[in-house]
């Protein structure tokens, strides 16, 4: 049985639901999409999140967000930078910087998922998980 990469899977169910304008999209419920999800939240590129289902079956609904009349999705881009076969370890000096700062990184730090700005506050490096603009 082949290794999953939730976070790949994760961002691809993002895209491909804000490419065909979907309100909600589904995810698997694990601390790492949920971590993710929260600081997606925060930085504003999607709305609200829950959790359904028991167990093993626990969904990660999450809401979308759009822009204008013709609702231009927030999220432009999804891209996933440390992959299982290649991972990217930054420290805090040199955490990229998403379209110069217009977009974030996701980092994955000693305290948590946090975005490249937070990381670079505090002093910290890690894993860099993916880059959101």
Sequence with gaps: MAAHDTISDML?????????KHQTTNL??????????????????????EE???G???KLVLTLRYKGKNRQPIITALQR????GL???SNHKDLPKVL????IAVISTSSGIMTDREARKQGLG???????W
């Design 12 to 20: 691809t169910r993002i895209r491909n639901a804000s490419i065909v």
């Design 28 to 49: 698997p419920a694990t601390k790492l999409t949920r971590s993710i999800a929260t600081v997606l939240r925060q930085e504003g590129y999607v709305g609200e999140f």
């Design 52 to 54: 359904t289902g028991e």
């Design 56 to 58: 093993i079956d626990k």
């Design 81 to 84: 930078v440390s992959k299982p």
């Design 87 to 89: 991972r990217v370890y």
């Design 100 to 103: 110069g700062g217009i977009g």
């Design 126 to 132: 890690g894993e860099v998980l993916c880059y959101v």
